[in-house]
DNA sequence: ACCGGCGCTGAGGGCACCCTGAGAATTCCT
DNA sequence: AGGAATTCTCAGGGTGCCCTCAGCGCCGGT
């Protein structure tokens, strides 16, 4: 398993290196921004620790650029800050984990392996699928450039079939995830909402992503319809 | 996006339901490790939030015994226990992240998006026979690189020939597994949907993947026909 | 070649499925 | 409390889907 640290300190860098080597990783280092983004691009790491407060580039910085290249590389944000907002706010910008110093590593080490676990994230901070785009973190939708104002029901039901974009969910399981009525279950109300949903993301712009299969359930385009 | 609590301490578990509402995330509680279990099984949740001091089962054994049953829901750890040891049981235990009391609901939002982010699950697999595919997933079916509608009784019946094809399927044997009559049995109704999905899937493209076998009854060519 | 049976198909009725507008009920905000 | 926004229920209506039926072609056997 091959992991990049980016940190600035060079000794704690050293230090770190050593740790994540005697619990069998092998690791790489860089010291400032600019390089850490250059060999996380190149390197094919299976993770990347950053350090926030960089030279050049911040971790924050070098994080989203990668997301932006569609680079999922599991990211685990290492910050002397420990101020909740910073840590929510890493997290929301496509980071995968977050660890406040001082910290030993046993823990960085088991944190490295739970994301190895799962793998790199196929799944980018907001949601996608052609030109409609959905931001759970701070609930904006939008259709392209212009964005669209939904009520919590909608964006919770456009939330769960933006992450199935492609597949077909039937209109059981959505009413399991987005709406709590465990037993008096009625399928006409996520009928109605398809038909909201419709007339907000669909209709203005002439387009149609979320089309019935009858018999079978609703599937959102994922290239946007 | 639902989520399953299991606190014990009622007024932390109802503090944390409404500050994950607050979120936009539909929390259902569970006060004992058992009830946990049992709801984490039945109640197909995207996420998993686990004390990890529970009465009758703790977080840890939820959690073992939930990865021993082949459910990769995500799970987080709650924990008053800050011991790094106790963080890297959990993490290597199969949970996916932990999180430390005192905790703000920030970050527990936060950090349930990231797992919610990476927590997707494995698609079925695309079935096959020559150039033609179906994609139980998105009901997706194909001739090359057109795609076909069909209706979902033509579905069933296409899905069922294909992950048969190469051999013979009675009528009788389609019958019992895309219809649900038990006993009126017509097996006309099976001839008439073979003719629609010979209109669909051959007659345009000028192929013969759907043979007869006169008195045995259909088989779907392996190769595509 | 003839005949019996098997399978194909077009037409059509009925109904299940889905959409929608109106309005009641509930929640949220001022 | 009052009003607005949101959520949900309900009934009506349209249409696409499913199945039945009857007639006909075709295949295989004698």
């Not at 080490?109 to 949601?127: D, E, K, Y």
């Not at 104002?149 to 959505?174: D, H």
């Not at 995830?177 to 038909?195: K, P, R």
Request: aromatic letters at 8%; charged letters at 30%; proline letters at 4%.
């Amino acid at each position: 398993m091959r992991v990049l640290v980016v940190e600035d300190e060079r000794r704690l860098a050293g230090a770190v290196q050593r740790g994540l080597q005697a619990e069998g990783f092998a690791v790489d280092l860089a010291y400032d921004g600019a390089d850490g983004l250059h060999l996380a691009r190149e390197g094919a790491y299976d993770a990347v620790v950053l350090d926030l407060m960089l030279p050049k580039l911040s971790g924050y910085q070098i994080c989203e650029r990668l997301r932006a290249e569609e680079n999922w590389v599991p990211v685990l944000i290492l910050s002397a800050k420990d101020g909740e907002y910073d840590q929510a706010d890493g997290l929301d910008l496509g980071a995968d984990d977050y660890l406040t110093k001082p910290f030993s590593y046993v823990v960085l080490a088991a944190r490295l392996r739970a994301l190895l676990r799962r793998g790199a994230a196929p799944r980018p901070a907001v949601l996608r699928a052609g030109d409609l785009s959905l931001d759970p973190g701070s609930r904006v939708v939008r259709r392209g450039e212009t964005s669209i104002e939904l009520t919590a029901r909608e964006f919770a039901m456009l939330e769960y079939l933006i992450r199935r974009a492609g597949q077909v969910v039937p209109k059981s399981e959505l009413l399991d995830h987005v709406w709590e009525t465990s037993d008096t279950a009625d399928l006409n109300v996520v009928e109605v909402y398809a038909g909201y949903l419709r007339r907000k993301i669909d209709a203005p712009f002439g387009r149609s992503a979320l089309r019935t299969l009858r018999g079978a359930g609703y599937r959102l385009a994922a290239d946007g319809g």
